[in-house]
């Protein structure tokens, strides 16, 4: 019985495949993720789509995200510095922003702006909460009016 020898490109195909099927799983994991967060609009989905939005305006550091949050929303909503900051750099790992020094030897504020990746992450999220947005605004809608109409 001959022997079956696997050469060097059967391997370099295999890791291709390899290669291949994690980044497919990762993409799966993501999805799924996202439509867990789906159902938190608010506390998950909200804040982070709004910041990127603020971002797609324009470069700016967290406590301008927060008053631009603010002068958009007319006070009714100032999210804390004490949230963005964090969320400022869970996207910049995810390298959906990128983060420069606006004074590399003083350090002093890190100015933010929206990459390519972020602009995609931008529509595909605002796509996936749409329907969402609009069902929490027309509760809102009915609450309001069975307590105050």
Do not use: C
Not at 12 to 31: C, H, S
Not at 111 to 140: H, P
């Amino acid at each position: 019985m001959a022997a079956y020898k696997i050469g060097p490109d059967t391997k370099a195909e295999e890791k291709r495949l390899y290669a291949e099927y994690k980044k497919k799983l990762a993409e799966l994991k993501k999805v799924k993720k996202e439509n867990e967060a789906v159902g938190q609009v608010f506390t998950k989905g909200l804040l982070p789509l709004y910041v990127m939005y603020i971002l797609s305006l324009g470069p700016t550091n967290g406590n301008g995200i927060s008053h631009q949050i603010g002068e958009r929303t007319n006070g009714r909503w100032i999210p804390s510095t004490g949230g963005i900051y964090p969320l400022l750099s869970r996207m910049e790992k995810e390298k959906l922003v990128v983060g420069k020094w606006d004074n590399p030897d003083r350090r002093t504020q890190k100015v933010y702006t929206l990459t390519e990746q972020g602009f995609e992450e931008l529509e595909n999220k605002k796509e996936l909460l749409r329907g969402r947005i609009e069902e929490a605004l027309e509760v809102f809608n009915i609450v309001y009016g069975d307590l105050y109409e």
